[in-house]
Every structure is written in C-alpha cells, then in structure tokens.
C-alpha cells in the first residue's frame, strides 16, 4: 500500500513538481500539528466529525446551504482568518498570525496516537473549512486552540481556493455547542470514517490540485499562502493519495459548488482547467469551470467527453485523410469506412495470395520477412527476392521457365495490383473486380501448370496440381 | 540478386521493423507455407486459411495487450475447435470481415454499434475504449494488409 501510494505520488510529482510540491493545503498544518500538538484526539475527532459527516451526506447533489449550516454549527473555527498564514505550515507556529486570533491558544493533552489521527483528519479541517468560509461570520467557532493550527491550513487552503476569507473576529467562540452534535457525529465517524475521510481527502487531493493549478498559473492572490503550503504538505501526501482514488465525485460537488459560489473570484478557470487536465491520472480531478455545470454528473460527462475528443484526435492521425474533418459524426463515419476497407483488403489479398502462390514455397522465413518490411513497395527487390525463394524447390536449369511462367501469369494481376498498393479504400465495387481477377487467375494457373507440365523436372511444382498432371 | 536485395537492406532505415511487425512476418509466413503445402485445398478453403493466418499473426504479434486481440484469439480458437461448423456458433466466432449476409439496415443505425460489430471484441466495451482499441486495431490491420502486399509483391513478380 505504501509503494502505491508512493508510486503515486511518484506519478503525480512525474506531471509536474509543483503538483507534488504543493500536495494538499491541508497537510500543510499537519507539521505544526505533530510539532506541536495542542488537540486531544476526542476534540480532533469532534472537531472534523461534523465536517466528515456532512461530506458523507453530500456526496449527492445538495442544498449547499444546508451542508454549510451544518458544518458551520459543527463548531469548527476553523473560519478562514483573513489573509493566509504564511509561516505557519512549516514546523512550529510560534505565535497566532497577527491580528487574528487574540486569544491565546490552550494546550491539549497529546495521546499516543493522537499525532497520527490528527495527521490524518487534519486535511478534514480544509475541507470543513471551506464549507463554513461561506458562512462568514454568522459561524461558530471551537477554542482556538485546536482551530488555529487547522485554521492556518485552511486558511491556506481557503485562499487557494479563493474563498471568502472572512475576519475572524466575527466568530464568536460558542466552545463545544454543539457537544450533542459532536457526540452523534463521532458516532458517525466510527461508521463512516473511511468513506467520509476518503471523500475528505479526495477534496483535498482536489484543493491540491487547484493549488497547484493556482501556482502554476500564479493567478490568485494566494500565491503566498500556496508556497508555503506546498512545503509543509508533503508528508501528509502518501495518505492523501491513497484516499484519492477513493470517492472523488462526492467531493466533487461541495467543492465544485463552492466555486459557483465564489464566482467573483480571479480563479484563472481556464488555467485550473488545464493544469487539472495535465494532472490527469487514473482518477481525474476535474474542475468546473466558471460558469459551467457543476453537477456531479456532468462533470463526469464531461470527463468522459475530454477522453472520448483525445482518442478522436489520435484516430484522426491514423486514418488517413481526416485531418480536416471535424464533427465526431463525420469522423466515426472515416473510422468505420477506414476499418471495413481495410478488412476487405485483407480478405482480397489473401484470395490473391491463395491463387497466386501454389508454386511458391515460403520456406525461407528471416531474411524474407525482413526483405519483406523492408521493401514491400520495391519491385527490384522483389525480382531478386522471387528467384530466392523459387531457387530452392526448382531446378536450376528450370529456373528461367519457372520466372517465366510466373512473370507471365502475373503480367496481368500487376494492373489490378497497382491500384492495391495504393491505399484508397476500396468500395463495394471491390468484390466484382476480385471476382474477376479470381477468374483470370484461375486461367493463369492452369497456364501455368500447363507449363511446368513440360519440363519433367518440375517435380514441386507438379505435385501441386489439384487436378493431378501425369508426369 | 542477392546483392539487390542486400542493396535495400542498407539502404532502407531499419526504424520501420518493429520487433512485432518481425513476429507478426514470420507467423505470417510460417503460416503461408504450411498452407502452400496442402494440396488438397480448395482456393477458396486456401484463401480462407490464409485471410485467419492473417489474423491470427496480428493477434499473435500483439498478445494479450489488448482486448480486441484477445477476443480474436478467442475466435480462431474457438473456430478451430468447431468440427461441425454450426451456422449459429460460425455467427459468434466469425472472423472480422467475413462473408456476411446482407445485414438489415436497421440494425446499424448507430455508428459506434457498427464500431463495436467492426472491431473484434467491441460489444463489451464503453465508447472511450471503443476508440482506443479501434485505434490500436487499426494500426495492426495496416501494418498487416501492408505485409500482404509485400509478399504479393515479392512473389508475384
């Protein structure tokens, strides 16, 4: 699990350093998490349980409003505190951003394996964030403490998403309020922890991507927050990678409405678009555009368009002739043409290769194959490939007639065989001209037998009459 | 003559021989003279081995790469197997490009549904991959057909 995650990652930092480089945003306060570690387990969980469970119920198409209230009431401070905290993803936080949270930060017992699930459910806070960013400062807020760290990544994540960045200050610290709320959604967690984390960290995968996307097209003003957060999310990216591949369309939608929401925001749509193209791995990460559909849906119908257009335009290369067709009607209509004549070529040839090659022994297999690829349109080469291939099954003092005899019952099938070499498709007329020349071969042939038939030597190819020739 | 065709040998750029267009030839080939060598055929019972030869050499030169040469492996073996050709199974395991009875037109309104009857083994894919292997498909059948003109070319001279 670990090498695919690794390789995964591999893969994606093989797209572009500044993919990998900037992983998620969420994992960015996961180095001041471990650093140190100010959140108990229970709160951690609390704190994201409501996020995880609203994902978990968002994964279809919903009232982004309601998703908001939700996560919003879930008493997540993690409210995006204005600008991005710069310093904060790598290593400690020394001190709370200025002019952000006035309170100071209380300490939280740290569990064994509180680093690791804090590490883990950290990016949640990303996700969860962004839902309550909408909410501005109707939001409720937990202590500070276990928000600040959170509230550094999202933030981060936030400005790379360009959502609203609201002040602080507005969010009234209502503690545990929502303690019931907490206690129901950490028994939701238990159950839905693996799709809800996964949807969380698909988000995630996704804000990275963006991120990304914003750094690689420096268009958003958070371009502060999203070099620093490239730094510090790095560790977290092996587990984001393995949850990526999970659940990307439910995360798809929350996110994607965010966006909609949002659309006041210099997201370069365009340029998102086409990093997210180029981060393109086994699981696409999509991004809506502005002003487009952001319907789980038609964001996978539009995935699936994207591939269906890329194979269409390798297709257009290979069938010759379609480089000016546009239309996918059209051009599926070139394709099958393509494909039929094509087959009905290869059942000509090999009615022609039947009729011609009674005579012919196909013995020697290298250097003909290799003559063959090398020189299929070379008629000199074929005049000396001939006589080596007849050279071994005919007597040498019949080897003249037996050239002659072939070279005369071809003489005709080089007119139909000029217009084979040429690759236009072949029409339904095809099949009658085939006939035809079935016919005259046929002549040919007994032309040809009846010529060997003279000279006695020719024991091969006598042998080879069906009608059976005395000797 | 041998120096003829050593002549091309230096002259042609050796970019074109693919290491399966190599294996795709000899199979080819090997086939042809097996065929050659069987008198008692008909021509047409000839041109109908020689028309699977060729198919079966591209499938062989692509393997299990790819689904539409599994499927046509499948087909020659299955082909192979049937001792009584049963109309009904011979409509299943019917080479591409075969004799086909005139088909009802409508049937084949659909262009990616003549697509999928076209490519070996397309009835069992989505459109993206349709393409894909139809792609792929159709670079072998020409590197093929362009193998059978060669030895027509060389033979017939």
Known sequence: ?471 | MESKSSDENCTNPNSELHPSKLMMASHFLRALSRIQQTTTDSFAGRSRKIRRAAYASMAYSVGTKRAWSCALLRKLRSRSRLRFPNPRRAKYAALPGGPRAARPQQREMDQAEVLRELVPGGTSMDDCRLLEEAADYIRCLGTQVRLMQAVMDSVSF
């Open chain 1, 1 to 471: 699990m670990e090498a695919k995650e690794n390789n995964q990652f591999g893969l994606e930092k093989s797209h572009g350093d500044h993919i990998s480089s900037h992983s998620s945003g969420a994992a960015g306060f996961v180095t001041p998490l471990t650093s140190s570690p100010i959140l108990s387990a229970s709160m951690v969980e609390a704190f994201f349980a409501p996020s995880l469970w609203n994902h978990h119920t968002s994964s279809c198409p919903m009232n982004f409003g309601e998703s908001n209230i939700q996560t919003a009431t879930s008493g997540i401070n993690c409210v995006p505190i204005g600008k991005p905290v710069a310093m904060s993803n790598r290593g400690m936080l020394p001190s709370p951003p200025p002019g952000e949270f006035p309170h100071s930060l209380p300490h939280f017992p740290v569990d064994s394996g509180f680093i690791e699930r804090a590490a883990r459910l950290s990016c949640f806070g990303g996700s969860s964030f962004r839902g309550i960013s909408l909410f501005g400062p109707s939001q409720s807020m937990a202590p500070p403490s276990d928000a600040s760290k959170d509230v550094n990544g999202a933030r981060v994540l936030k400005a790379e998403l360009n959502v609203v960045s609201l002040p602080v200050e507005h969010g009234t610290i209502k503690g545990i309020t929502t303690n019931s709320k907490r206690d129901r959604s950490i028994s939701h967690v238990g159950t839905s922890n693996n799709e809800s984390r996964e949807g969380n960290f698909c988000e995630d995968g996704q804000e990275r991507h963006t991120g990304s996307a914003d750094a690689a097209g420096n268009s958003s003003s958070s371009d502060l927050g999203a070099n620093k957060r490239r730094k510090a999310t790095e560790e977290m990216e092996k587990e984001k990678d393995q949850v990526l591949r999970a659940l990307q369309s439910s995360t798809e939608t929350t996110k994607n409405n965010t966006e909609t929401k949002h659309k006041s925001y210099k997201h370069s749509g365009k340029n998102a678009k086409d990093n997210s193209e180029a981060a393109k791995e086994g699981y696409v990460h999509v991004r809506a555009q502005r002003g487009q559909a952001t319907n789980s849906h038609s964001l996978a119908e539009r995935v699936r368009r994207e591939k269906i257009s890329e194979r269409m335009k390798y297709l257009q290369e290979l069938v010759p002739g379609c480089s000016k067709v546009t239309g996918k009607a059209v051009m599926l209509d070139e394709i099958i043409n393509y494909v039929q004549s094509l087959q009905r070529q290869v059942e000509f040839l090999s009615m022609k290769l039947a009729a011609v090659n009674p005579q012919l022994d196909f013995s020697i297999e290298g250097p003909l194959a290799k003559n063959l690829l090398h020189s299929h349109g070379g008629s000199s080469s074929a005049a000396g490939f001939s006589q080596e291939m007849i050279y071994p099954q005919v007597y040498s003092s019949q080897q003249g007639l037996a050239h002659a005899g072939i070279s005369s019952m071809l003489n005709p099938s080089d007119a139909f065989r000029r217009p084979m070499n040429t690759e236009i498709p072949m029409t339904s007329g095809y099949k009658e001209t085939s006939l035809q020349m079935h016919n005259s071969w046929n002549e040919q042939l007994v032309m040809q037998m009846a010529y060997g038939a003279n000279p006695p030597l020719n024991s091969q190819v006598i042998n080879r009459k069906p009608d059976g020739f005395t000797i």
